[in-house]
């Protein structure tokens, strides 16, 4: 994976104040958990700030009245303070916790709404786990940090400024002993905290690639033991596990030096107060209540220091993730529709009638009755040029069969089609139009797209066969089943259409899986419709049941074949022979055997091998 992918795993010397707040302002339009949040972390710190005033209180008190103290009111006050506390901390909680979850709800919504968008070319540079990490842990890890950091460090800052004017207040001399100790603590507490954090990210990726590990073992079980890999596996889990091993005990080592260097401050702080405020006491300078409330003050100040030094050491930690989720909300698609399509669809929602239903949203014909290829050229992001000058033109209900080398451009020619990219130079037309001046929805809604390796969601049958037109009755389900010969395999399961298939299809075999995705493809009732090499994955068998089908739906479609298994084409209205990004030959199956090129090359080729490898299957049938 390249370097741009691990850039979550680097830790920034430097807080990006801008990243941070555009993380923020996201929190904004939930004030109605911020501002409680704000006004509870403030009162929380009062009240933290206020039993060491009500200790002083009491002491004075008992100290000049002795048993005729009024511990009633004592009793009160500390009873009131306590309970005022504890609604903070239960209102605290629930703000924080519906901040934090809103939050991570809204980012995972809006980036999943942005993938939705994106263009094949910004998934073709960004692997799944990367783009996964995005949707979960990092929004996960930014709204936590964004609610209840923000809970920290308002309480923190609350809690610091009012001890610090505490001490002021009541001896500033004294006061600036204890403050004294705050700057060295707060270069410790810096270095240790980006230590620490670094070991923890090293356990957490050692973690990851355990888990990993794990996976690929349970997976490749069977590949293991026939290759007697056992051993050699194991010393690789192992050599993973030692350096986990050793990154969490360089964590536990760090965290036993940090916290005690914390504490001998804490109590270096309160020993100054002790040994200075205790002369002040004797000498009658400063009462004893006001030397108690000076020593809790004192260990008590670096707490919240502490915390505002570990969540400023996580905010920076959590900068690259932040950064990789923020360009995600502001990747711009880079096909999508026009200005000038999008005041068409506008104005044409106003006034087309909803009985004009042969318009298309924007008001232009709905039939596509002519697609051109007009030199067209392209290129993927960071590649050779895979088409040339590319010149192509295909009437409603012609099928065009695409065949040759791999790396040739047949996948890329449809790709264009369905408008997944974009010519680099050249137009791709509609019925004379350039596809761009075009809605990209409505144009991507007529497509109907079998791929070698079909895809099952999780569901029933009917689901998925549904999944393309979710009106679609039952019966109309069943018929676009029986078109392609698929509802005699699914009445014979268990629940018929109500069965299920599985995570992935996986309670189906490859052919049952294709016929479920051409009834999908077949139900959409689509004009333009693709076939990429959909029967090089299944049976003879089941190629026959397709072949049966494909009658129906080519009728009255554009369609596009891509196929290694030229039985498939040989009734195609045109093959071409697309060779480095050109047409090498074009015409009939007849006329291209005639030809004796390329393609006739090709087609003897595989019919000679079918028919060597069915005069081995009746051999060993015998």
Not at 352 to 380: C, H, M, W
């Amino acid at each position: 994976m390249s370097a741009q992918f691990h850039q979550e795993d680097e830790f920034k010397a430097r807080l990006d104040a801008g990243l941070w707040w555009k993380i923020f302002r996201r929190a904004l339009h939930l004030k109605r958990y911020l501002i409680p949040l704000f006004l509870t972390a403030v009162i929380i710190a009062m009240c933290d700030a206020g039993f060491a005033h009500i200790t002083r209180w009491v002491i004075d008190g008992v100290v000049r009245h002795g048993a005729h103290a009024p511990f009633t009111r004592y009793i009160a006050v500390y009873l009131a303070v306590t309970l005022t506390l504890c609604a903070g901390v239960w209102l605290f909680i629930e703000m924080a916790g519906n901040i934090s979850n809103r939050l991570a709800h809204d980012i995972r919504r809006d980036c999943f709404d942005r993938l939705q968008e994106l263009e094949f070319a910004f998934f073709d540079t960004r692997p799944v786990g990367w783009l996964i990490t995005r949707l979960t842990s990092d929004c996960d890890r930014l709204a936590r940090i964004i609610a209840w950091g923000f809970l920290d460090i308002v309480w923190g800052l609350s809690y610091v400024t009012m001890i610090a004017a505490s001490l002021l207040i009541m001896n500033w001399k004294l006061g600036l002993i204890v403050i004294g100790i705050v700057p060295p603590l707060a270069v410790i507490s810096k270095f240790f905290q980006k230590k620490m954090l670094l070991s923890a990210r090293e356990i957490r990726k050692f973690n990851s690639q355990i888990t990993a590990g794990y996976n690929e073992s349970i997976q490749g079980v069977r590949t293991t033991k026939t290759l007697v890999r056992e051993g050699e596996n194991l010393g690789e889990f192992q050599q993973l596990s030692a350096q986990m091993f050793n990154a969490s005990v360089l964590n536990a080592r760090q965290n036993a030096v940090y916290f005690p260097i914390v504490a001998t401050l804490g109590s270096l702080a309160a020993g100054l107060a002790l040994w200075r405020g205790g002369y002040l006491t004797i000498g009658g300078a400063m009462s004893l209540g006001t030397l108690v409330a000076f020593i809790n003050f004192a260990g008590q100040f670096f707490n919240p220091i502490n915390q505002l030094a570990q969540k400023l050491t996580e905010m920076q930690g959590a900068q690259a993730a932040g950064e990789r989720v923020m360009d995600l909300l502001a990747t711009v698609p880079a096909i999508k529709d026009s200005p000038a399509v999008l005041a068409r669809l506008a104005q044409s929602k106003i006034q087309t009638p909803k009985s004009k239903i042969e318009s298309a949203p924007d008001g232009l014909p709905q039939q596509i009755g002519l697609i051109e290829f007009r030199n067209v050229t392209f290129r993927y992001e960071s590649g050779p040029v895979v088409l040339h000058d590319f010149n192509l033109t295909v009437r409603a209900g012609e099928t065009i069969a695409l065949v040759g080398p791999s790396g040739g451009g047949k996948s890329t020619i449809v790709s264009l089609v369905c408008r997944f990219y974009e010519p680099v130079t050249g137009q791709i037309l509609l019925n004379g139009t350039d596809y761009r001046e075009r809605p990209l929805h409505w144009l991507q809604s007529q497509l109907g797209i079998v791929l070698q390796t079909p895809h099952l969601f999780k569901g029933s049958v009917r689901d998925n066969i549904r999944y393309g037109r979710l009106d679609a009755t039952d019966a109309e389900v069943e018929t676009a089943a029986r078109l392609v010969n698929a509802h005699e395999f699914i009445v014979r399961m268990e629940h018929g259409y109500d069965s299920s298939v599985g995570e992935g299809g996986n309670r189906l075999s490859t052919g049952q899986r294709q016929l479920l995705s051409f009834a999908r493809a077949l139900l959409a009732n689509p004009q333009i419709f693709v076939m990429d090499e959909a029967t090089s994955s299944i049976d003879t068998e089941t190629e026959q049941l397709i072949q049966r089908g494909l009658e129906t739906i080519f009728t009255g479609r554009i369609s596009f074949v891509i196929a290694h298994r030229l039985s498939t084409i040989r009734r195609a209205d045109r093959i071409l022979v697309i060779t480095q990004g050109r047409i090498e030959e074009n015409g009939t199956h007849e006329e291209l055997l005639q030809q004796r090129g390329h393609y006739y090359a090709l087609y003897t080729s595989q019919f000679r091998r079918e028919r060597e490898e069915a005069v081995l299957e009746g051999a060993t049938g015998t």
